[in-house]
């Protein structure tokens, strides 16, 4: 087998480098298929010069993402995906796959993002929840266990993606009954929807975290209750679209899980994840991925 990323972001959106440009760091990384999956455009009570991808701006990604699955055919794999968001209307057209995600929650009128830096989830923290970070995470599961209905996704993008700045606790107790309660409520929610939840290592090459998500006590629920998960970059740039899948597949293993799924032109398909364990391992001795 060959590795696989799912999660990819380009100058469309809020990525660093062009489509090609990941295609051949993709070749280069040793990946047999790659997945393109940009930001969709927000509704207009949302910000969008953050993240999101212009409306005006979606044919002409869908028509580079096609050219290049001619132009490389035979080297390589593509899919034209979208990170479809909880805060955006239908997607226009067809999809090969889609991600569903939640980067905000709303309270009080108020839009606040739980990934843009840690200044601003502070201060909107206090500001809208009191200080009360658990509500927060309540309001934030809330949508995310609504994220398959609301988007039609396959994937499921990040599922605790409100931790990104909570290494080590800094900010609240991931273990407090009311963190709990609130994501395993929105992990059965998905679960019932038969999703495959990504294991994302996005973070980790952005310097926020030094693990994936999900948790471990997550991924260990899912996997429980007869789950599907996906390993996935979430990747920016050229350079980090195998960015620790060493370590997304060993984590994976320990909560113990046997599979991961990736897709093909027939669908979504099961794979050993020990072989995409010892491919990534190649991989990165081989200098294909960071």
């Not at 929105?186 to 679960?191: M, P, Q, R």
């Not at 050993?272 to 960071?290: K, M, V, Y």
Request: charged share 20%; with cysteine.
């Amino acid at each position: 087998m060959k590795l696989q990323n799912l999660h990819t972001h380009t100058v469309f959106s809020d990525g660093a480098g062009t489509a090609e440009a990941m295609v051949r760091g993709a070749i280069q990384a040793g990946c047999g298929s790659l997945g393109f999956s940009e930001h969709s455009p927000l509704l207009p009570f949302y910000d969008p010069d953050r993240y999101a991808m212009e409306a005006a701006v979606l044919p002409a990604y869908r028509a580079e993402i096609l050219r290049l699955r001619e132009q490389y055919r035979g080297q390589l794999d593509i899919f034209l995906g979208l990170e479809q968001d909880y805060d955006s209307p239908p997607p226009v057209g067809r999809f090969d796959y889609l991600i569903g995600s939640v980067h905000s929650v709303v309270a009080d009128g108020c839009c606040l993002s739980v990934d843009n830096t840690r200044e601003i989830l502070a201060e909107g923290v206090a500001r809208l929840f009191g200080g009360d970070y658990h509500a927060l995470a309540e309001a934030y599961y809330q949508r995310a266990g609504q994220a398959a209905e609301k988007t039609g996704c396959q994937i499921v993008g990040h599922f605790d993606l409100l931790t990104k700045f909570n290494e080590g606790g800094q900010l609240f107790d991931e273990a407090a009954p009311r963190y709990v309660d609130a994501a395993m409520g929105a992990l059965e929610s998905l679960l019932r929807r038969d999703v495959i939840f990504e294991v994302n290592t996005g973070a980790i090459s952005r310097g926020c975290r030094s693990a994936p998500y999900p948790a471990p006590f997550l991924l260990r629920a899912i996997q429980e209750r007869g789950g599907r998960i996906c390993i996935t970059s979430d990747s920016h740039s050229p350079r980090t679209l195998t960015s620790a899948f060493p370590m997304a597949a060993e984590l994976a293993l320990s909560c113990g899980f046997r599979e991961t799924w990736l897709l093909t032109d027939e669908g979504f398909q099961a794979v050993p994840l020990e072989e995409f364990l010892a491919e990534a391992r190649r991989a990165g001795r081989e200098g294909g991925g960071t």
